[in-house]
């Protein structure tokens, strides 16, 4: 089985402050991807990857940043944390299951910017 | 446009069915799914469903499909405490060359013992 490890599982940040969220896969995907959780939201795209230093933004990018160096890591920046940025943040990476693109997800990153 | 909703929140007894609706806009959907999202973890897949598919059934769980009026639902038949989670629908669109997922609000499935 695929998995996806989010280092921190809960985060407390200060405004203005620079946040990085860790993502690592263990398989070898492609794609990879950043959402936020909101509720009454549900799921929001902020960027993706579908290969090393390839980034493409998603629905909500203003504010956030990616970097991905290395196959297995994506990670998503915020240059300076804002109080509106407080969520859960989820990774994903995607395979291929009969032909259905299929998402495995880490366990979330909750950020709070006081 | 690429919309995908749900209603928030549906609460059943243990041992009766759930149905959990789902209604999406974009008729250009390839595949449809749902996933499970219990407390304090993230979206695990539960079943999928291809576009020229009208119903799927998984053991406990039956996807029906009625593309006419771009509604999706998922019946969850002896529905146990351990099924109390957050149930998300989404579609797959391709744009380009990018295959992209859309997720609904969630609905919150609270079942009562």
């Known amino acids: 089985d695929v998995k996806v490890t989010q280092s921190s599982r809960y985060l407390v940040k200060r405004t203005g402050e620079k946040v990085f969220l860790e993502c690592v896969q263990d398989m070898d995907h492609e794609n990879m991807f950043w959402y936020r959780q909101d509720p009454g939201l549900g799921l929001r795209l902020i960027y993706f990857s579908y290969d090393v230093k390839m980034k493409e933004k998603g629905d909500i990018p203003e504010g956030y940043s990616v970097s991905r160096e290395k196959k297995e890591r994506f990670s998503l920046i915020l240059e300076s944390a804002s109080t509106n940025q407080t969520s859960m943040y989820l990774c994903?990476?995607?395979?291929?299951?009969?032909?259905?693109?299929?998402?495995?997800f880490g366990a979330g990153s909750r950020l709070t910017v006081l | 446009g690429e919309d995908v909703e749900q209603s928030l929140f549906l609460s059943v007894r243990e041992g009766d069915s759930s149905v959990i609706n789902c209604t999406y806009t974009d008729s250009s959907s390839t595949y449809l799914y749902w996933y499970k999202q219990e407390p304090g973890a993230g979206l695990q897949l539960l079943t999928y469903i291809f576009s020229n598919m009208d119903m799927k059934q998984d053991q406990r769980l039956t996807v029906l499909l009625n593309k006419k009026d771009k509604h999706l639902s998922l019946r969850i038949a002896d529905t146990q405490t351990g099924d109390s989670a957050i149930y998300f629908c989404?579609?797959?669109?391709?744009?380009?060359?990018?295959?992209?997922?859309?997720f609904g609000t969630g609905t919150l499935l609270a079942v009562q013992p």
């Open positions: 989404a579609e797959s669109l391709i744009r380009g060359a990018t295959n992209k997922l859309i």
């Open positions: 994903a990476c995607d395979g291929t299951a009969s032909g259905a693109n299929v998402l495995t």
